[in-house]
């Protein structure tokens, strides 16, 4: 396999520690977000080092893991926040992230894909920050006397 293989590896490997972040932090309130932003740029430059020791494919190895474990992260973080916010727990929506970062690691192993999961992360983090809804009135639209 050549460079290009690897450097997708790295980025999609990174977005699956990102994700992993984001499930173990419960990364909904902003200074958790931010420290779980440096610690999966680390994380993700940690894998891209792996890797470039490993394989050939230069510093882009070590950018790009740390790309996509920071787009990993953000996207993660919209579906973390909205569950929580939404009634979820926190154990049952780490483990299904948690769950969902294995699978895109696995996944990452897959020639091209390892570049598309840090673009799709980003996507599904746009689409659900835009059709979150404001606040829910619940039943207090109910107790109005008119």
């Not at 690897?6 to 699956?16: D, F, N, R, T």
């Not at 680390?42 to 020791?53: E, N, R, T, W, Y």
């Not at 091209?112 to 799709?120: F, Q, T």
């Amino acid at each position: 396999m050549g460079a290009w293989y690897w450097i997708g590896v790295s980025a999609g490997l990174g977005a699956s520690a990102g994700m992993l972040i984001a499930a173990a932090s419960g990364a909904a309130v902003r200074v958790v977000l931010v420290a779980a932003a440096t610690a999966a740029i680390v994380a993700g430059a940690g894998v891209g080092l792996g890797i470039d020791d490993w394989q050939s494919g230069g510093w882009v190895d070590i950018a790009l893991g740390a790309g996509g474990a920071l787009l990993g992260l953000l996207g993660a973080a919209q579906t973390v926040g909205g569950a929580l916010r939404r009634g979820g727990t926190r154990v049952g929506t780490g483990a299904l992230v948690g769950g969902a970062a294995l699978v895109a690691a696995a996944v990452a192993w897959i020639p091209v894909a390892g570049y598309l999961i840090p673009l799709a992360l980003l996507a599904l983090a746009a689409l659900l920050r835009r059709r979150s809804p404001e606040r829910y009135a619940g039943l207090r639209t109910l107790a109005r006397d008119e």
